[in-house]
T-cell receptor, first 114, second 114 residues
Framework: GDSVTQMEGPVTLSEEAFLTINCTYT??????LFWYVQYPGEGLQLLLK?????DKGSNKGFEATYRKETTSFHLEKGSVQVSDSAVYFC?????????????FGQGTTLQVKP | DTAVSQTPKYLVTQMGNDKSIKCEQN?????MYWYKQDSKKFLKIMFS???????INETVPNRFSPKSPDKAHLNLHINSLELGDSAVYFC?????????????FGEGSRLTVL
């Protein structure tokens, strides 16, 4: 079945450092890809998305490009802030094998220190 | 004005008890979901309903029974609680279910079974 794999956390960075969180997926068909963020004590919220190959999703300084050739959707930010500390989830939906479901990776905790 | 609201936010109970979690969305969405997040932050879909009709039931034990009285509400009742049911339960909604786009999550209900 469809699946998402993220890099193990926690990721600890100093403020203004460059961030990459790796995400790869396995899916048949043409899934849409998402990054969700969960701040402490809150529910998840959509950060960005891409619906087809080579699309770039971006929001709040975060970017991710849908790479079909490498089945990846890595999250990047040029300069992180303490307020970016959260758990980040890569997810996919709409693959041939998972109609009606959003499938999440295991989450990556980001800690940004001042 | 919370878009997806869950009650209660915290629930502490003894093994063997029965408990319910309620969810309401005011976004006018047709589809609602229950997700379970374990202690390692892993998120797994449990159920989804579209216009009060059950669409997804992910091999969840029969002790879990969702109920959707109307498309704005999706409640979760759990019988004979077990230690392994301790988790954070998230309700979510979306506009459609065929190729789920953005999901809107509630803040979660943390269930602790003693």
């Amino acid at each position: 079945g469809d699946s998402v794999t993220q890099m193990e956390g926690p990721v600890t960075l100093s403020e203004e450092a460059f961030l990459t969180i790796n995400c790869t997926y396995t899916a048949t068909g043409y899934p849409s890809l998402f990054w969700y963020v969960q701040y402490p004590g809150e529910g998840l919220q959509l950060l960005l998305k891409a619906t087809k190959a080579d699309d770039k999703g971006s929001n709040k300084g975060f970017e991710a490009t849908y790479r079909k050739e490498t089945t990846s959707f890595h999250l990047e930010k040029g300069s992180v802030q303490v307020s970016d500390s959260a758990v980040y989830f890569c997810a996919l939906s709409g693959g041939s094998g998972n109609t009606g479901k959003l499938i999440f990776g295991q989450g990556t905790t980001l800690q940004v220190k001042p | 004005d919370t878009a997806v609201s869950q009650t209660p936010k915290y629930l502490v109970t003894q093994m063997g008890n029965d408990k319910s979690i309620k969810c309401e969305q005011n976004l006018g969405h047709d589809t609602m979901y229950w997700y379970k997040q374990d202690s390692k932050k892993f998120l797994k879909i449990m159920f989804s309903y579209n216009n009060k009709e059950l669409i997804i039931n992910e091999t969840v034990p029969n002790r879990f029974s969702p109920k959707s009285p109307d498309k704005a509400h999706l409640n979760l009742h759990i019988n004979s609680l077990e230690l392994g049911d301790s988790a954070v339960y998230f309700c979510a909604s979306s506009q459609g279910y065929q190729n789920t786009g953005e999901l809107f999550f509630g803040e979660g209900s943390r269930l602790t079974v003693l």
